[in-house]
């Protein structure tokens, strides 16, 4: 049995079709089941669907042989205990600064309020701008509009969220879009299934183009 754990939302809704192709598809409705492990119509997979951020954990740990995420995530966990075969090229976004439309960063020390404390940290301190990082858990657009912060990082796709909150994003920080992980014990026990199941994917990646 392979166990694959996958990111809720968005990179979700992007990973079935790709899984479909590679023949996978889950046996219940993902969106009516609050099954948490649901298996595959094939009976060889179990799909986990979790938040994005648990995704590097459950796969480094081995609880899942395989994982969905974004590159963010994936920076952001930065470990070392991850193979990252293959480039799904969905949830394409890019991080970004973003800060209120017109609204000069001040001098010195800045306030910057993002998810990515880890990301952020060396983003600016490449710069060789002092930051003071405020985390937050969700809604970053919010932070500048009430004062938290200087600025954000956050993720940019359409740029609809920050010009529907008075902003604009600044500078690129990377280009994101989603990756295939693998725990690297699985990897070596069950390497023909996994070794099938990458070859599948990347024809599937290769298709879209
Ligand atoms: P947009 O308004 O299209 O620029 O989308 C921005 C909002 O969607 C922000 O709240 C982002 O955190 C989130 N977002 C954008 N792209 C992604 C993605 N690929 N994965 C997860 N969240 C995203």
């Given at each position: 049995m392979l166990t694959i754990a996958i990111s809720k939302g968005r990179i979700l809704k992007d990973t079935l079709p790709l899984l479909a192709e590679a023949g996978i598809e889950p046996s219940e409705d993902l969106s009516v089941t609050r099954k948490l492990i649901i298996p595959s119509i094939c009976g060889e997979v179990n799909l986990v669907i979790i938040r994005a951020t648990d995704v590097p954990t459950f796969v480094e740990y081995g609880a899942a042989d395989v994982g969905i995420t974004g590159k963010d995530t994936l920076v952001e966990h930065n470990?070392?205990?991850?193979?990252?075969?293959?480039?799904?090229?969905?949830a394409k976004c890019r991080l970004m600064t973003a800060v209120v439309t017109g609204r000069e960063l001040p001098v010195g020390k800045i306030r910057v309020a993002s998810k990515y404390v880890s990301l952020t940290e060396q983003y600016f301190a490449k710069k060789g701008q002092q930051v003071e990082i405020i985390k937050l858990y969700?809604?970053?657009?919010l932070a500048p509009l009430v004062g938290l912060a200087d600025c954000i990082v956050d993720l940019v796709d359409t740029g609809n969220t920050l010009k529907a909150n008075g902003m604009e994003p600044l500078d690129l920080i990377m280009n994101i879009s989603s990756r295939l992980v693998i725990n690297k014990a699985s990897m070596k026990m069950k390497h023909q299934q996994i070794k099938a199941l990458t070859e599948k994917l990347k024809i599937a990646v290769d298709n879209r183009r």
């Amino acid at each position: 049995m392979l166990t694959i754990a996958i990111s809720k939302g968005r990179i979700l809704k992007d990973t079935l079709p790709l899984l479909a192709e590679a023949g996978i598809e889950p046996s219940e409705d993902l969106s009516v089941t609050r099954k948490l492990i649901i298996p595959s119509i094939c009976g060889e997979v179990n799909l986990v669907i979790i938040r994005a951020t648990d995704v590097p954990t459950f796969v480094e740990y081995g609880a899942a042989d395989v994982g969905i995420t974004g590159k963010d995530t994936l920076v952001e966990h930065n470990s070392d205990n991850l193979y990252e075969p293959l480039d799904l090229e969905i949830a394409k976004c890019r991080l970004m600064t973003a800060v209120v439309t017109g609204r000069e960063l001040p001098v010195g020390k800045i306030r910057v309020a993002s998810k990515y404390v880890s990301l952020t940290e060396q983003y600016f301190a490449k710069k060789g701008q002092q930051v003071e990082i405020i985390k937050l858990y969700g809604s970053m657009e919010l932070a500048p509009l009430v004062g938290l912060a200087d600025c954000i990082v956050d993720l940019v796709d359409t740029g609809n969220t920050l010009k529907a909150n008075g902003m604009e994003p600044l500078d690129l920080i990377m280009n994101i879009s989603s990756r295939l992980v693998i725990n690297k014990a699985s990897m070596k026990m069950k390497h023909q299934q996994i070794k099938a199941l990458t070859e599948k994917l990347k024809i599937a990646v290769d298709n879209r183009r």
